[in-house]
């Protein structure tokens, strides 16, 4: 098995892409250190604001039309759940990609794992977070953040509402985690997307921001969660980091990923991979 801390790693702060780039560069990074590159942890936002299907989402849960109404691109992600709205200033999000051997095989041992320097940084935060505990019932299924709350990769507040959801898949030998801290909820235009019409009141009651708790900016939220991960890697698992931008060899085939597959109508309302 592999030590983390062995690991050479790439460390990129955050940059916003649109959604099917930001999914296309976990992906491709997969691809890369599953060949042996670079352990990488990335900070993204997305821009424009986006709609992330899980990989079964059904298509006829989205309110396509208020979403180009409203500008919001959907992409559908690698990873199961149901949609989360990705808005540009309220959303800040994060991936890990670690070889497989890396990392437990144990789901759950696995995400605690990769989620400790996530909580860490709600602590520097100043944000009393923690996995939920406590049995909430689903509120409506299509809506990631409405489903039941799941303890080993929902992180709650401290009055016990959805604060960050963290997901992983496995490709090949690699294993991506990515994730999403809520700064600033957005319950009517996060609901609105959805055909179903959930109520936001029943948003708001399920998933708090950083901001309903501590008097922080985006920008000093971004800094802690930042500086969290690198110390994590440096300090923590006593792994160096070797990079701090993407080489152009991940660029250039994210755009491509992107264009092949995120992008297009067979990937995001029919689930079929066009690069497959």
């Known amino acids: 098995m592999t030590d983390l801390g062995d690991l050479s790693w790439r460390f990129v702060d955050e940059r916003a892409h649109d959604?099917?780039?930001n999914m296309a560069l976990d992906e491709v990074t997969a691809e890369m250190v599953a060949d042996g590159g670079l352990a990488t942890v990335r900070l993204y936002r997305w821009e424009p604001s986006t709609l992330s299907l899980g990989y079964n989402q059904d298509p006829a849960t989205i309110d396509w039309d208020y979403c180009e109404r409203q500008g919001i691109t959907v992409t559908r992600r690698p990873t199961g759940g149901g949609a989360i709205y990705h808005d540009t200033d309220g959303d800040i999000s994060y991936s890990i990609v670690v070889p497989g051997d890396a990392v437990p095989g144990d789901l759950l041992a696995c995400?605690?794992?990769?989620?400790?320097?996530?909580?860490?940084?709600?602590?520097?935060?100043?944000?009393d977070a923690a996995f939920a505990t406590d049995e909430r019932p689903a509120?409506?299924?299509?809506?990631c953040y409405l489903r039941a709350l799941h303890p080993a990769h929902d992180v709650v507040g401290p009055d016990g509402r959805k604060i960050s959801g963290n997901a992983?898949?496995?490709q090949r030998d690699a294993v991506v985690q990515h994730g999403s801290l809520t700064f600033e909820t957005t319950p009517a235009r996060h609901c609105a997307c959805f055909t179903g019409e959930p109520e936001p009141d029943a948003f708001a009651d399920r998933?708090?921001?950083?901001?309903?708790?501590?008097?922080?900016?985006?920008?000093?939220?971004?800094?802690?969660l930042r500086d969290t991960l690198r110390e994590w890697v440096e300090t923590t698992l006593g792994g160096t980091v070797a990079e701090t931008s993407w080489p152009e060899e991940i660029s250039s085939r994210a755009r491509e990923r992107a264009s092949e597959k995120f992008e297009t109508d067979a990937w995001t309302h029919e689930r079929t991979d066009p690069t497959a």
């Open 139 to 143: 509120v409506y299924q299509p809506a």
């Open 207 to 224: 998933v708090g921001g950083i901001e309903e708790y501590v008097d922080r900016s985006r920008s000093a939220a971004v800094a802690t």
């Open 19 to 21: 959604g099917a780039t």
């Open 168 to 170: 992983q898949y496995r």
């Open 111 to 127: 995400y605690e794992l990769l989620c400790e320097p996530i909580l860490d940084a709600f602590e520097g935060i100043g944000v």
